[in-house]
T-cell receptor, first 116, second 113 residues
Framework: GAVVSQHPSRVICKSGTSVKIECRSL??????MFWYRQFPKQSLMLMAT?????????EQGVEKDKFLINHASLTLSTLTVTSAHPEDSSFYIC????????????FGSGTRLTVV | QQQVKQSPQSLIVQKGGISIINCAYE??????FPWYQQFPGKGPALLIA?????SEKKEGRFTISFNKSAKQFSLHIMDSQPGDSATYFC????????????FGKGTTLSVSS
């Protein structure tokens, strides 16, 4: 249980275009979802926290106009990278907190974005 | 972000040996400490987690040791296998709904056969 499905797994886009990444909670309601960014051989860096029906809270240094996050339902959160540039190339991972007895966090499988 | 310091950065262990990875945290409000395993190109997967009301938790070959007074916790992998070769991240968070995990920098483990 508590599975987060993330799509696409890989995407290549041209510089200046926008890319949307989706994360769906398959068997639970994700009130809160988190978006992380991971560069090669580095750790996961929190980009933003999104709560269903509310505006996302962005970490310091993350451009909210470039990384648009929508969490319109309890099962879907999206990250749109707008006007992508090569420096936006990275591994993006979503996560959801699971409010059960184990109080855990589940992660999507990640999206490898390459901007050419 | 509050820091979680992880060491070593990389680790080479012989098959059958014990792998030990350490983490230290600063925020005394943290009360959930998970360890994640990540393979290249994949999202992190939860290995084992502990809360500060216990000093040790064991699941199969994986054990977390927790020292609340020192604000440190560690992962022990017993009988390490080549399939354990991956990157391991410790993390921590406070027990509040909607609070994100803060990750350590990661440890790349290589288990030689």
């Amino acid at each position: 249980g508590a599975v987060v499905s993330q799509h696409p797994s890989r995407v290549i886009c041209k510089s200046g275009t926008s890319v949307k990444i989706e994360c769906r909670s398959l068997d639970f309601q994700a009130t809160t979802m988190f978006w992380y960014r991971q560069f090669p051989k580095q750790s996961l860096m929190l980009m933003a926290t999104s709560n269903e029906g509310s505006k996302a809270t962005y970490e310091q240094g993350v451009e909210k106009d470039k990384f648009l996050i929508n969490h319109a339902s309890l099962t879907l959160s999206t990250l749109t990278v707008t006007s992508a540039h090569p420096e936006d190339s990275s591994f993006y991972i979503c996560s959801a907190s699971v409010t059960d007895a184990n109080y855990g966090y589940t992660f999507g499988s990640g999206t490898r974005l390459t901007v050419v | 972000q509050q820091q979680v310091k992880q060491s070593p950065q990389s680790l080479i262990v012989q098959k059958g040996g014990i792998s030990i990875i350490n983490c230290a945290y600063e925020n005394t409000a943290f009360d959930y400490f998970p360890w994640y395993q990540q393979f290249p190109g994949k999202g992190p997967a939860l290995l084992i987690a502990i809360r500060p009301d216990v000093s040790e938790k064991k699941e199969g070959r994986f054990t977390i040791s927790f020292n609340k007074s020192a604000k440190q916790f560690s992962l022990h992998i017993m009988d390490s296998q080549p399939g354990d070769s991956a990157t391991y991240f410790c993390a921590a968070t406070a027990n509040q709904a909607g609070t994100a995990l803060i990750f350590g920098k990661g440890t790349t483990l290589s288990v030689s056969s």
